[in-house]
């Protein structure tokens, strides 16, 4: 074991910038279509071996960690070592050929340099360059005891460390691209002058859902020349919006709990055990509280079928005052067409697969946003394709009539 090389991942596991980590040190499985045969006899495997596939700064990435001593990374293959370029060909050719597990670019990070060769050849040949991200400094050191006395080891500070970014398309495409994504986000928000419309988070509501409200970009202050890929959106699904209006999480947690158990069983039937845990969670961990951070300054979406799905649900099972939180949370959200990433409607449709969820992230994909969930099977099955999706987690809480 290499343990350099684990050290080496760990640091960069450790970065803020990088989440939605769905592959470590585990070969990633690709698909190919037709149109790719041309590509190398490199692309022709089943998987491809990279170190990490996570998401940087909200673009999914393939990240290649070497703890080699660079004047012993050859250029060219041998009888010894296959070459630095045909590695480099190899994960490029298959990132290439998918189009579900596609990297937006290739991070090359070697812990202890590169030398000046290999670094223009990388430049020259692959278009790579300098990642423009500073690195913290890492946290992860321990102790062990070894005979009765205690051995501390120290992390390494990667002070010679060289971090190279390829894109997987070419410069040229990559801006030509960009200005058509933000072409299509324009085709695809409704005008924001019929939505954030009469927002008054404060008519007789708790102090915790003003407060989460309050926090959020508001839509009726946006123009929409400011809409685009660069702005901070958080995607709502369904179990989000449910989350956020439901009487748990407004005040009415304890009351249940003081409620006879005849009574709620009677009421809730099947779903008791699953009410009761979700109000005790609430006065453990108050999910108003737990989304602020995740909501602050962020502009809320939703897409056109997480607003039927709601509304739909709200009128069935909703009280009146969770009928009337709804209203004015859903003044407070951009509502954008279905409009799914490619390489998520390129996911094989299945049970844990299902097409809704995959509209639904989906279209977070599309604008580059996290989308905030309780659907974890979801995003487990996600993850168990090799894709690295851009989640955040939050306990789930049902609509109970108040």
């Known amino acids: 074991v290499n343990l350099g090389h684990l050290e080496a991942i760990v640091y960069i596991l450790q970065q803020p910038f990088i989440t939605a980590v769905s592959r470590v040190c585990k070969p990633l499985p690709l698909s190919f279509s ?48 296959k070459g630095l370029k045909s590695r480099i060909q190899q994960v490029l ?21 590169l030398t000046i060769f290999n670094h223009q ?10 990642l423009a991200l500073e690195f913290s400094d890492s946290d992860f050191d321990f102790a062990e005891e070894t005979e ?9 500070m990667y002070k010679e460390a060289c971090v190279l970014e390829i894109k997987v398309d070419h410069v040229v495409n990559n801006v030509i691209s960009s200005e058509h994504e933000v072409k299509d986000s324009f085709l695809n928000v409704f005008p924001p002058e019929h939505q954030g419309e009469n927002v008054n988070p404060n008519l007789g509501f ?16 946006t123009k929409m020349e400011d809409f685009s ?22 005040g009415c947690a304890e009351e249940l709990l003081n409620k006879p158990e005849v009574e709620l069983r009677h009421r809730f039937k099947g779903n008791y055990d699953f009410v009761i845990a979700q109000a005790m969670s609430e006065l453990q961990y108050p999910i108003h509280a737990n989304l602020s951070a995740a909501v602050s300054g962020k502009m809320g979406i939703i897409c056109e079928s997480v607003l039927s799905e ?48 995959k509209i639904v992230f989906g279209t977070g994909d599309y604008w580059r946003a996290p989308t905030l969930t309780a659907n974890m099977a979801f995003v487990r099955a996600v993850a168990q394709t090799g894709m690295s999706l851009f989640t955040i987690e939050h306990s789930p809480r049902a609509l109970t009539g108040n």
Not at 121 to 130: M, P, R, V, Y
Not at 148 to 156: F, L, R, S
Request: include cysteine; charged fraction near 20%; charge should be positive.
């Open 34 to 81: 037709s149109k790719h045969k041309t590509l190398s006899a490199a692309a022709s495997l089943n998987s491809i071996h990279v170190h990490i596939v996570c998401n940087l700064n909200k673009n999914p990435v393939w990240v290649i960690v070497s703890d080699r001593n660079p004047n012993y990374i050859t250029w060219h293959s041998n009888n010894k070592t």
């Open 93 to 113: 050719d298959a990132a290439k050929s998918t189009n579900t597990l596609r990297p937006y670019s290739i991070i090359l990070f070697f812990s202890n340099g």
């Open 121 to 130: 050849k990388l430049k020259d040949e692959f278009g790579a360059s300098k």
């Open 148 to 156: 009765g006395e205690w051995v501390h080891v120290i992390p390494g």
């Open 206 to 221: 708790s102090n915790s859902f003003s407060a989460l409200l309050s926090q959020m970009k508001k839509v009726e202050s």
């Open 229 to 250: 890929h660069d702005d901070d959106f958080i995607n709502f699904d369904t179990t989000a919006l449910i989350a956020i209006v439901s009487g748990i999480s407004n």
């Open 310 to 357: 709601f509304k739909e649900l709200v009128l069935m099972c909703g009280g009146a005052n969770e009928k009337h939180r709804a209203d004015q949370l859903l003044k407070c959200l951009l509502v954008v067409r279905d409009s799914p990433s490619e390489r998520l409607i390129g996911l094989p449709t299945t049970r844990k697969l299902a097409l809704k969820n």
